[in-house]
C-alpha cells in the first residue's frame, strides 16, 4: 500500500564539481564578496566538496537499504520501533538546514531488518531537498513497501532554519 505517491524519484541533471565550482563563485559576487580574496579562494571547492555530502541521498537506494532481511526472526510480529534518529535535511524552498529527530515504528509482516537499517532510510531521503511533510511520507511509503508491512508509524521533530533565520 503506498500513502502518497512519492514524486521525486526522478534523477538529477549531471553537473560537473567544475561547473559548480563556477556557480559558487558568481553566487560569491552576486553577494558583493571578492571571491579572489585569501578567505574565499578555495570556498567555491569546499562548498561543492559539502553539497556533495550534503545531497548525496540523491545517488543512493533506499529500498536497497532494506534488501537484507534477518531470517531468524522471520514471523515476529510485534512492533519495532527506532527512537531519536538524528534528521539532518535542507529545506527545498530556500537550501537550509533542517535539524531534527525521528521515531520510526512498523509491524512486520515476516520481514524484519536491522535498527540501523531504518536509520540509513531516514538518512538516505535526509540527504535530498525536502519538505517535512515529505520527508515523513517517504520514508514510511519505504518501509511500507519494501517489507511488506501490516503497518507503519513516522514522526519527525524539526527545527527548519529558514524559520529562525529569518526571525519566523
Not at 502518497?4 to 565550482?21: L, P, S
Not at 535526509?126 to 511509503?141: C, D, F, G, H, P
Amino acid at each position: 500500500m503506498k500513502l502518497v505517491k512519492n514524486e521525486n524519484e526522478k534523477k538529477i541533471n549531471e553537473v560537473t564539481d567544475k561547473e559548480a565550482e563556477e556557480a559558487f563563485v558568481k553566487i560569491l559576487k552576486w553577494l558583493g564578496e571578492d571571491p579572489t580574496r585569501e578567505g574565499l579562494l578555495e570556498t567555491p571547492k569546499r562548498v561543492t566538496k559539502a553539497f556533495k555530502e550534503y545531497f548525496k541521498g540523491y545517488k543512493e537506494d533506499p529500498k536497497a537499504v532494506l534488501d537484507k532481511t534477518f531470517g531468524d526472526v522471520e514471523g515476529y510480529s510485534d512492533m519495532v520501533v527506532q527512537k531519536n534518529i538524528s534528521v539532518q535535511s535542507h529545506c527545498e524552498h530556500h537550501m537550509a538546514p533542517i535539524i531534527g529527530i525521528a521515531h520510526v515504528a512498523y509491524i512486520p509482516n515476516q520481514r524484519v531488518v536491522g535498527l540501523s537499517k531504518i536509520a540509513r532510510v531516514v538518512e538516505v531521503f535526509s540527504k535530498r531537498l525536502q519538505t517535512q511533510e515529505r520527508l515523513t511520507v517517504q520514508i514510511a511509503n519505504t518501509l511500507m513497501e519494501s517489507l511488506d508491512a501490516k503497518g507503519v508509524a513516522v514522526t519527525i521533530d524539526s527545527t527548519h532554519q529558514c524559520m529562525t533565520m529569518r526571525g519566523i
